[in-house]
């Protein structure tokens, strides 16, 4: 994938550096992005983890690529009907708008779990500090979390045009629909409603979409929410591949 830094993302990460950083980020940019496009030019072939960066690609490079989606092991999961909270996992920075969702269940009473660190870990502190309906958790095991997802509603992630996201595919591995922004990687893994909302990413349409997600209406999901994990399984990444390898007479 494109480094993002070096171009969608180049221009709001220098609008939210202070001067010390817009600093160091221009430095980066002048040497790196020289860097990656001479790199680029000796590939023979390009694989873009799904048809999101298969864009970019195509934008940045102008090259066309191969696409082999990004694998889970779903066989680490185990599908689990019913669930009362809503889980959002994810890095605990700008990007992948977990403070976002922090506001938009300040004013609910439904139950939401967060799992992520990182540089807005105490602004999200201080977001949930009055509200017993959220908790946060940093620093848990693959166990711990596999066991969140199977016990949860419904997963939670809006990231900002995400390249793809493994945590609707694992939340999906459990039976789970995700309610995820209407972006990038979202769109390829998740299916409108047949395994979960694609919204804009708002307070008022997180919160539209958390009161569509009944128990009953998550359950209807269910199904479909365990197939669509299978399209993006090890088995499926490695046999996409061999069959490229093979082609490619490596």
């Known amino acids: 994938t494109p480094n993002r830094i070096l171009y969608d993302l180049r221009g709001r990460r220098l609008r939210d550096a202070g001067l010390f950083g817009r600093l160091a980020l221009l430095l980066y940019i002048a040497f790196f992005w020289n860097w990656d496009r001479r790199s680029v030019r000796r590939m023979r072939l390009i694989v873009s983890q799904t048809q999101t960066v298969r864009s970019r690609v195509r934008r940045y490079y102008g090259r066309d690529s191969e696409v082999i989606y990004s694998p889970v092991d779903t066989h680490t999961y185990v599908p689990v009907r019913g669930g009362q909270y809503f889980l959002a996992v994810s890095r605990l920075v ?16 439904e139950a939401l779990i967060m799992v992520g660190d990182g540089p ?7 977001i949930i500090a009055s509200c017993p309906n959220i908790s946060l958790l940093s620093d848990i095991s693959d166990q711990r979390l596999n066991q969140l997802y199977a016990d949860c509603r419904a997963t939670i992630y809006m990231p ?3 390249d793809y996201g493994l945590v609707p595919v694992e939340g999906m591995a459990c039976g789970k629909p995700c309610i995820a922004s ?17 919204i804009e990413p708002t307070i008022e349409g997180i919160r539209k979409a958390v009161g569509r997600m009944t128990p009953s209406m998550a359950d209807r999901f269910f199904d479909e929410c365990v197939q669509q994990a299978q399209r993006f399984d090890l088995d499926a990444c490695s046999s996409a591949w061999t069959a490229l390898i093979d082609a490619c007479g490596v």
């Open 160 to 162: 900002m045009d995400e």
């Open 182 to 198: 209407n972006e990038g990687g979202c769109r390829e893994t998740v299916v409108d409603n047949r395994t979960g909302f694609l």
């Open 120 to 126: 807005e870990l105490e602004t999200i502190r201080s």
């Open 94 to 109: 700008p990007d992948k708008r977990m403070s976002l969702i922090a506001k938009a269940f300040a004013g609910l009473s």
